[in-house]
């Protein structure tokens, strides 16, 4: 099965939907890259009983975001 996007480099849409596809990879690792930082700060980080509860909160408000828009972590980087 192949699949072929094309892109009217010449339109404004087209061109920021070309960004978007040509820079899909890049976002995948800057968001995995995300969530394995706050895994290691929750894991290995020597917080505080306060850090660890906000740095816990971003993490699950991060999946939150994550969810809401179907962005799966799982599917992306597997």
């Given at each position: 099965?192949?699949?072929?996007?094309?892109f009217d480099l010449n339109e404004q849409d087209d061109k920021e939907a070309h960004l978007?596809?040509?820079?899909?990879?890049?976002?995948?690792?800057?968001?995995?890259?995300?969530?394995?930082?706050?895994?290691?700060?929750?894991?290995?980080?020597?917080?505080?009983?306060?850090?660890?509860?906000?740095?816990?909160?971003?993490?699950?408000?991060?999946?939150?975001?994550?969810?809401?828009?179907?962005?799966?972590?799982?599917?992306?980087?597997?």
């Open positions: 099965m192949k699949a072929i996007l094309e978007r596809a040509t820079l899909s990879l890049d976002m995948a690792i800057a968001i995995w890259d995300m969530e394995q930082e706050f895994r290691g700060r929750l894991k290995h980080g020597q917080l505080g009983e306060v850090e660890y509860k906000v740095t816990e909160d971003l993490r699950n408000s991060f999946y939150q975001i994550l969810n809401k828009h179907g962005v799966d972590l799982d599917k992306m980087m597997s």
